[in-house]
């Protein structure tokens, strides 16, 4: 059971990754680059066609110890997605007792040298981040 959750969890952050690119695709496709690092402090959940069915909502991270395991949240005070581990048996956190998986968004950027010598950044995209530290076997 913990390895079917640890793959519907990893596929499902995949997913949130993929949502996050294509919509800094599309960004960039409509000529608003300048708009892409908003995506870094909006729920990524709102970009999915459908968002997954243990999804909870947008949650401050007080209010984050009272929820059940197996579930995901979008933590509104700092800006990320939680996983709630339900299947702990196998599952050891870096930090004792700690069973949320925090990922957070991160802006990519580029550097790009120009016929004249002269390097320039540029916005290439977002991903989303594990911020957490784990074992799960």
């Not at 390895?3 to 949130?16: F, L, V």
């Not at 979008?74 to 339900?86: F, W």
């Not at 069973?99 to 950027?109: E, N, Q, S, T």
């Amino acid at each position: 059971q913990g390895q079917a959750e640890k793959a519907a969890m990893e596929y499902t952050a995949s997913m949130i990754k993929s949502g996050l690119w294509t919509s800094a695709a599309s960004m960039m496709m409509a000529d608003h680059v300048a708009d892409i690092p908003s995506l870094a402090e909006r729920n990524p959940l709102n970009l999915l066609a459908q968002k997954p069915g243990n999804y909870i909502g947008e949650i401050d991270s007080d209010k984050a110890q009272e929820l059940d395991g197996g579930n995901w949240f979008y933590d509104v005070s700092k800006h990320q997605v939680v996983y709630i581990v339900g299947q702990r048996r196998d599952f050891i956190p870096a930090v004792p007792g700690d069973f949320m998986i925090r990922y957070g968004m991160k802006v990519l950027y580029g550097e790009m040298e120009l016929a004249t010598g002269e390097t320039v950044k540029y916005v290439a995209g977002v991903t989303l981040v594990p911020l957490s530290t784990y074992t799960w076997h």
